[in-house]
């Protein structure tokens, strides 16, 4: 199955919500008017696109229709995909590899969003483009944390640094980048503890691991990747947010794009927040991961 399919499978949910609004009231050779404007709006509110993205982005629409830049309903899909995708220079969606390494990624998000799965997908991902990596366990409050990711380790083929359960997060970390920088890694993933976003005190733990790795290695982290559930909706802007006020968040891995995600989200996180969407979680192995490309994602999503 190609890269087109999976994410077309993966916005089922979103598509047949835009199908039956967009191919409703979107029909070849009408002209665009104020109620294909109305009936648009209601559509992209019912995909999850969120009250402000979808003011705007009708905004767009709308004003593209005033100039004359669009004048036909079949011409609105492609115009907004356009504009869509031009939220994410592909230079926003790689990951800033550090010269010289080691490279820190860290990696953080809530309970149950996929976070150490993610944390797999990613070690996978960047061992099959040839890359050393080492593996942190920052996760020390639920010792199945710990173990979930020494079994990833295990069957990735990547080495792993962990403390016992309760140990300080923050001395995890150091430990990570001490072995990172001996044994020459290009890459330390750092799985930090699922936190809710409203759990203050452990969000201050997120970002005391952010400054000790900071202290570590110069320049360090040089990415840090927050985990969202593709399938909560407009919970994820808030999240982002949430987690954005503790540390400085460089890009979104959008996990569980598993037929019931909610696509239209990703848009208002780039656009509120300015944060790109740089890995989509697409299954449940390791293997199931895809960089995040806005061009196939748009297509499947607006695909009859």
Not at 48 to 68: A, H, S
């Amino acid at each position: 199955m190609g890269l087109f399919d999976r994410f077309k499978k993966g916005l089922e949910r979103t598509r047949e919500k835009l199908s039956s609004g967009f191919r409703s009231v979107l029909r070849i050779g009408q002209k665009i008017d104020q109620e294909t404007i109305d009936r648009l709006e209601a559509a992209m509110l019912s995909a999850d696109f969120g009250p402000t993205v979808t003011e705007n982005l009708i905004g767009l629409v709308r004003t593209g229709w005033k100039k004359g830049e669009i004048a036909e309903q079949q011409e609105i899909i492609e115009y907004l995909e356009q504009h869509i995708i031009a939220m994410w220079p592909q230079a926003d969606r790689e990951i800033k590899f550090a010269d010289p390494g080691p490279t820190v990624v860290l990696v953080t998000g809530i309970n149950g969003s996929g976070k150490t799965t993610s944390v797999a997908k990613l070690a996978h991902h960047l061992t099959g483009q040839g890359k050393r990596v080492i593996l942190g366990a920052c996760d020390t409050f639920r010792a199945a944390a710990v173990e979930q990711l020494s079994i990833w380790s295990q069957r990735l083929d990547v080495q792993i640094v962990k403390h016992d359960q309760g140990a300080d997060p923050g001395a995890v970390a150091y430990d990570a980048c001490e072995a990172a920088v001996a044994r020459k890694a290009d890459v330390l993933l750092l799985d930090t503890a699922g936190r809710l976003h409203t759990q203050d005190h452990l969000m201050r733990e997120l970002g005391k691991i952010n400054k000790v790795v900071e202290r570590k290695i110069p320049g360090a982290p040089h990415e840090v990747l927050l985990v969202l559930d593709a399938t909560i909706g407009q919970n994820a802007v808030s999240q982002a947010r949430q987690f954005a006020e503790h540390v400085p968040i460089t890009g979104i891995f959008l996990a569980k794009l598993d037929g019931s995600a909610k696509g239209g989200v990703i848009v208002g996180i780039r656009e509120q927040l300015g944060v790109p969407v740089k890995f989509v979680g697409l299954g449940e192995t390791p293997s199931d991961v895809e960089p995040f490309d806005p061009a196939i994602f748009m297509d499947a999503m607006f695909a009859a």
